[in-house]
């Protein structure tokens, strides 16, 4: 679960503040998130900004939904995010769909009606020249370490569950997860973006 105090029931009565507090804690991991996923020859038809944006919109709507005791903020928050980047490869490769070589123009995700706060913090997170680093670093790394730092590091899904989607023991992946951590603090790289897995 997320540290310090659950301003999750606060939220889902209603507090927008609140829910503001919980998704600002994500999405610096949220935004690394997406500029690892979206390879730099789709930014012209979907950017990490505009991902992060519409997962505010789509997790303030769905948010009376969430059940903090079954799962973290964090998991719940990248289970809506993933499914908006399935609409966006899913456009991607529909017929009329922006397609690489494409009109460049197309944005694949229209954003309407989003908060102040939602755009600020898309704005924040675009500036902050650490994040960039931090996802360069994650796709320097080899396929299976990177697929460990994104979903057990920053979609925060169990070392169980990473072990079951790659066909690993759990002790392989804790044993893995443990030398990537070294390597992030050796590299000076943001480990604060990092869930607690376990």
């Known amino acids: 679960m997320e ?55 789509r997790a303030w709507k769905a948010f009376r ?9 964090r998991y719940w928050l990248f289970r809506v995010a993933k499914n908006v980047m399935l609409e966006v490869f899913r456009e ?30 898309s704005q924040r997170l675009a500036r902050d020249e650490r994040l960039k680093l931090f ?17 057990l590091g920053l979609e925060g899904m169990t070392q169980a569950e990473v072990a079951a989607r790659l066909s690993l023991s759990r002790d392989a992946i804790a044993k893995r997860w443990q030398r990537l951590l070294s390597r992030v603090g050796e590299q000076g790289v943001m480990r604060e973006l990092l869930a607690e897995a376990g």
């Open 92 to 121: 991607l490769r529909s017929p009329d769909g922006g397609v690489p070589g494409g009109d460049p123009s197309k944005r694949l995700l229209v954003l309407r009606d989003v908060p102040d706060s939602a755009t600020a913090v």
């Open 3 to 57: 540290p310090t105090s659950d301003p999750a029931p606060s939220a889902q009565a209603g507090d927008g503040a609140r829910f503001t507090e919980l998704y600002e804690r994500i999405a610096p991991a949220l935004y690394t998130w997406a500029e690892v996923r979206i390879r730099p020859e789709l930014r012209s038809f979907v950017d990490p900004q505009d991902v992060v944006q519409e997962v505010w919109c």
């Open 135 to 151: 996802a360069q670093w994650i796709g320097s790394l080899e396929e299976d370490e990177r697929l460990l730092v994104v979903h």
């Open 65 to 73: 939904g969430f059940d903090p005791a079954s799962q973290s903020f």
